[in-house]
């Protein structure tokens, strides 16, 4: 059983949740992740380590509310427990090197891209932050990402925040301006993901995706998390999540993302029903 310390709403759909878990908070690494199971009837999700700290042993997890198991986890609160927590998986993000990087980040995506700019500035890097969210009551981690990029670039699709646009929009105009850009690193959705790597192929930059593919086991055992990168097979739970963004076969990832999603529905629905009459 792990205990839950606390637990924070960012917004309607998004919440961040505290864990005592002093082994993972010790051995965490930015860009690696959790596995966690609610109850014994549970499924297996991953989520990304938002924070971890060593000397509480805690660490913090920020989760969409989308489907049954982010549902019934919302339901718990400080003090409660779930059954499994396993981690850190996956490879830590290998970032160093760089000397001025872009990280952009896609919704809920700026819950693993915020650890990893706090990481590059860590190890010296110039960071600047391009996030992008469907509105202004969406937005998460501003106060967070601006402690890193006090000049952070924040949009909306609707405009809703004052500045409507694509997170590529800036991108590009970032990276006409020609001023030593040398990685850029995305996470969101593939989508976005996708048309940022098209972006920077232009401008032979160095650009890092982290794929946040179906999981159950964690270990590269059922094969569920698999993609195609530079034409050979790879799965996101042992050799990523991060992979060279210019290499992923972007199309193949979005349809293996979405081949449950009538299930995942299924579920999530039998689930809600269960309360329309109590």
């Known amino acids: ?108 995506g700026s819950a693993m891209a915020c650890p990893i700019a706090k990481h590059l500035v860590s190890i010296g890097s110039k960071v600047e932050i391009i996030a992008g969210f469907r509105s202004k009551d969406l937005i998460i981690l501003e106060d967070y990402m601006k402690a890193i990029d006090n000049d952070l670039e924040l949009v909306t699709d609707d405009g809703s925040n004052g500045k409507k646009g694509l997170v590529t929009d800036i991108l590009l105009k970032k990276l006409s301006s020609n001023i030593g850009y040398d990685l850029v690193m995305a996470v969101g959705p593939i989508p976005m993901m996708k048309a940022v790597c098209e972006v920077t192929k232009a401008y032979g930059i160095k650009t890092i995706v982290s794929m946040t593919s179906i999981m159950i086991d964690g270990t590269g055992m059922c094969g569920g998390c698999r993609l195609t990168v530079g034409n050979e097979v790879k799965f996101a739970c042992i050799d990523g999540p991060d992979f060279d963004g210019h290499l992923v076969d972007f199309k193949e990832a979005q349809v293996r993302c979405v081949a449950f999603s009538e299930e995942e529905s299924l579920s999530k629905a039998k689930y809600c029903n269960l309360f329309k009459d109590v």
């Open 1 to 108: 059983m792990f205990k839950i310390i606390e637990k924070e709403e960012l917004n309607s759909k998004v919440s961040r949740m505290r864990f005592e878990a002093p082994y993972i908070s010790k051995n965490y690494l930015p860009g690696q992740f959790v596995i966690l199971r609610v109850d014994e009837k549970g499924e297996r999700i991953p989520l990304t380590v938002f924070n971890a700290n060593k000397s509480l042993g805690t660490i913090d997890v920020i989760y969409q509310k989308v489907g049954l198991t982010t549902m019934k986890l919302d339901e718990k609160s400080s003090g409660d427990t779930i059954l499994d927590l396993v981690g850190p998986l996956g490879k830590p993000s290998l970032v160093s090197g760089f000397s001025k990087a872009i990280v952009v980040s896609g919704g809920v």
